[in-house]
């Protein structure tokens, strides 16, 4: 029977294969076990660098978390994966809820090994405490996960590695919480800077502190959610730690919208964390452009379609957000010459177009197999959190949430070539931009006056400017409107179609939470079943 004690028992020597880009080599897995390493300052290096692994599974940063449906993303009439697309899944779902759970749990005791051993090693004390700092980062990460998807957890401090004591039951959601800001404060204080590090894909300053500004948004916008204890010292933290990402200028917005996606410009200036991924037949490439992309021939740069945008999705757009709006929720294919159809009827479905491979630039291009890294968090999230913390904190917009929220729209003003869909769809490189001034004209307190409004626009501008990028679930689910949300596409015309009645009927509150696996539960008496389920 599959659960948690399978997971838990997989040691961290079997985890140092390969590892993303140009991270360290690693010994040979057959002279790892704990007896004989974390012995010396390179095999403490090598145990951090096989935890980022972690990352890549499927049920972590891997493709199963853009399975969830929102009113921004569906996935394919063809595959629910297991009634995730309609509401309608159980606990027993395998397709989604147990990958998530399993998958998260063993990256975590992979994790967990390091921060446990890499502390007795014999080395300079500066970079043990830089290394534990990247673990801790990456379990804060993934308890952050866990957390939001299934309320209280088991915590682990510590690796497991025996069937003893693994019966234990779910750690309060607020324990959690404390032990995540706790990692994450570590982090900042032993991470270097983005300019200090030498290798792509690894933890930073930066990216604690961008994260920690997201955990305490979501747990202040929870408490507003349930009325549950004051929520103004999360939301001035959330404010506090993304401004300080602001002022450091090591980040900045891309002057091209596509041009955050695209393979070709990889761990861009915009990024401040995402998870690696590396073609070539070594096991570390990503298949995200394959489940969403344009629609076509994915070996011509198409995609299998399993994730489509809503209707409602691509009408949220204002009328002349065109760079963001195309790029994001194309309605085109690849046909079978290579080329793109941009006249598709009205009744096709819309795609989620931003990890798009067309054109395929590459010889040695294989699409189960490709750089397309994923963005966890990227400089645009940060003067979001910094937008929605303030209008928070102070109870309505002031000149800096309207300059943060500007920034985006003036971005949206750069266009390629003659600026046309045509064009933009084209994907011409090098880049010709142009700034269109008269695209997305700023907003102030004539339009939005008062805290009520702003957060509606913020809750419509995370969805234009992050959608596609699993984030939506979470932020319905700490707004507290996701019911609502997931009905509105019943509310345009035309109203969403292809079976949408069947999940907006369905969707319950208790879907803030994902169901306990059953497996989890029958293997372990101490755990108890969230409501609903």
Not at 129 to 158: C, H, Q
Not at 270 to 284: C, L, N, W
Not at 438 to 447: A, F, G, K
Not at 460 to 473: M, S, T, V, Y
Request: charged content about 20%; overall charge negative; hydrophobic content about 40%.
């Amino acid at each position: 029977m599959i659960n948690i004690k399978n997971y838990l028992l997989i040691l961290v020597t079997l985890i140092f294969f390969a590892s993303c880009q140009d991270f360290l080599e690693e010994e040979p897995a057959s002279q790892l076990s704990p007896e004989n390493y974390y012995k010396t300052a390179n095999q403490a290096e090598s145990a951090v660098v096989g935890a980022y692994n972690a990352l890549q599974r499927n049920g972590v940063f891997g493709p199963l978390q853009y399975f969830m449906t929102t009113d921004l993303v569906r996935t394919a009439s063809w595959n629910t994966a297991g009634g995730i697309g309609t509401y309608t899944f159980s606990a027993d779902n395998v397709q989604v809820v147990l990958p998530l759970w399993k998958d998260h749990f063993q990256g975590i005791n992979e994790v967990n090994a390091a921060i446990t051993h890499v502390p007795n090693v014999d080395m300079d004390v500066d970079r043990r405490n830089e290394l534990v700092a990247e673990a801790r980062f990456l379990r804060a990460l993934m308890y952050f996960n866990l957390v939001r998807y299934f309320g209280d957890v088991p915590y682990f401090e510590t690796e497991t590695n025996s069937l003893e004591n693994l019966e234990v039951p779910r750690d309060p959601a607020s324990m959690v919480y404390e032990k995540i800001i706790a990692d994450l404060e570590f982090a900042i204080d032993h991470l270097d800077t983005k300019a200090e590090i030498t290798q792509v894909g690894r933890a930073t300053a930066g990216a604690a502190k961008t994260a920690l500004a997201k955990v305490y948004l979501t747990r202040g916008s929870m408490m507003e959610r349930d009325g549950n204890g004051d929520s103004s010292a999360d939301f001035q933290m959330a404010a506090t730690l993304s401004r300080e990402v602001i002022s450091s200028s090591e980040y900045t917005l891309l002057p091209y919208y596509p041009d955050i996606f695209i393979i070709e410009n990889q761990n861009n200036d915009e990024i401040i964390f995402d998870v690696q991924y590396k073609s070539g037949g070594i096991d570390e490439g990503s298949w995200i452009g394959a489940q969403m992309g344009l629609q076509g021939n994915p070996q011509l740069g198409g995609s299998w379609g399993n994730i489509h945008a809503t209707t409602y999705f691509h009408t949220m757009y204002e009328d002349t957000d065109m760079v963001r709006q195309e790029w994001t929720t194309p309605h085109v294919t690849v046909l079978g010459n290579g080329t793109l159809r941009l006249d598709l009827p009205w009744w096709q479905v819309w795609k989620i177009g931003k990890f798009r491979r067309y054109p395929v630039r590459k010889s040695d291009y294989q699409f189960r197999d490709a750089d397309t890294n994923w963005p966890v968090f990227r400089y645009a999230e940060v003067l979001l959190i910094y937008a929605e913390a303030l209008n928070e904190v102070n109870n309505g917009p002031n000149a800096e949430v309207f300059d943060a929220l500007n920034q985006l729209r003036a971005r949206a003003r750069n266009v390629n070539g003659d600026g046309t869909r045509d064009f933009l769809h084209a994907d011409i490189l090098p880049r010709n931009l142009t700034y269109d001034s008269s695209i997305l004209p700023d907003i102030s307190s004539t339009d939005y006056p008062d805290y009520a409004s702003m957060k509606e626009y913020i809750m419509f501008e995370r969805a234009r400017e992050l959608g596609g990028e699993a984030k939506r679930w979470f932020d319905l689910t700490r707004w507290g409107n996701l019911v609502d949300r997931i009905q509105a596409p019943l509310n345009i015309s035309p109203a969403e179609g292809g079976g949408w009645n069947i999940t907006a009927n369905n969707v319950g509150e208790h879907h803030n939470l994902l169901p306990i696996p059953n497996t989890e539960m029958q293997s372990n008496p101490n755990l108890v079943q969230n409501p609903g389920y």
